[in-house]
């Protein structure tokens, strides 16, 4: 049975951080590329970033980008989203997903997903 589960997530102030962390089981983890969505109240789930099999390669949502890192470590079959500079805007439920590829993950194709952890910024 494969499980993602996420964790890191909380209420912060406008421009601090937050990491959070998807720890992954069940799964041949380094099979996957492994990415992070949010969806607010009232919109739709959206993609925030992903990355490659074996972390050589990332991609973010242009809203993010600066500001989000994201990474994964093989060994713990773990992704994480470490956050910074965040903004009300951010506010969202935050889900770890994986994927077969990347054309995949920007289809929405996604293999499995977390149950998300809540993320809140206030201004």
């Known amino acids: 049975q494969v499980q993602l589960v996420e964790s890191g997530g909380g209420l912060v102030q406008a421009g601090g951080s937050l990491r959070l962390s998807c720890a992954a089981s069940?799964?041949?983890?380094?099979?996957?590329?492994m990415a992070w969505f949010r969806q607010a109240p009232g919109k739709e789930r959206e993609f925030v970033a992903h990355?490659?099999?074996?972390?050589?390669?990332?991609y973010y949502a242009e809203s993010v980008k600066g500001r989000f890192t994201i990474s994964r470590d093989n060994a713990k079959n773990t992704v994480y989203l470490q956050m910074s500079s965040l903004k009300p805007e951010d506010t969202a439920v935050y889900f770890c997903?994986?994927?077969?590829?990347?054309?995949?993950?920007?289809?929405?194709?996604?293999?499995?997903w977390g149950q998300g952890t809540q993320v809140t910024v206030s201004s």
């Open positions: 069940g799964l041949t983890f380094s099979n996957y590329v």
């Open positions: 990355i490659s099999l074996y972390g050589r390669s990332t």
């Open positions: 997903a994986a994927a077969v590829t990347y054309s995949a993950v920007q289809a929405g194709n996604i293999a499995y």
